[in-house]
Nanobody, 124 residues
Framework: QVLLVESGGGSVQAGGSLRLACAAS????????MAWSRQAPEKEREAVATIYFAGGSTYYADSVKGRFTISQDNAKNTVYLQMNSLKPEDTAMYYC?????????????????WGQGTQVTVSS
């Protein structure tokens, strides 16, 4: 079992920034693809950004390209999501997820491990 613990959520005004962190209990072939997804009230969970730990390749949803950056700290088994120029429509619960193998911006159903989520609220 890979445990994921998110932190860094909060409330911010539109145009502001937040950085989320996801600490994984291990780095292994089961968790070398890590991602952030989000779910707004009454909406389906959607993929936001993905990073492949082995090579550092990153993938983004069109809605966040140019504003969000996913990065990794291998020594800490931690993935970050830097969110800039936040918009009210970015308001959601943000979840960290992990899987092994093939790594792209995949639908949430493909991930095996999930964190508990951290709330991000952007006010206008």
């Amino acid at each position: 079992q890979v445990l994921l613990v998110e932190s860094g959520g909060g409330s911010v005004q539109a145009g502001g920034s937040l950085r989320l962190a996801c600490a994984a209990s291990e780095y292994s072939s089961r968790s070398n693809c890590m991602a952030w997804s989000r779910q707004a009230p009454e909406k389906e969970r959607e993929a936001v950004a993905t990073i492949y730990f082995a090579g550092g390749s990153t993938y983004y949803a069109d809605s966040v390209k140019g504003r969000f950056t996913i990065s990794q700290d291998n020594a800490k088994n931690t993935v970050y999501l830097q969110m800039n120029s936040l918009k009210p429509e970015d308001t959601a619960m943000y979840y960290c997820a992990a899987k092994g193998g093939y790594c792209r911006l995949l639908a949430p159903a493909y991930y095996n491990y999930w964190g508990q989520g951290t709330q991000v609220t952007v006010s206008s």
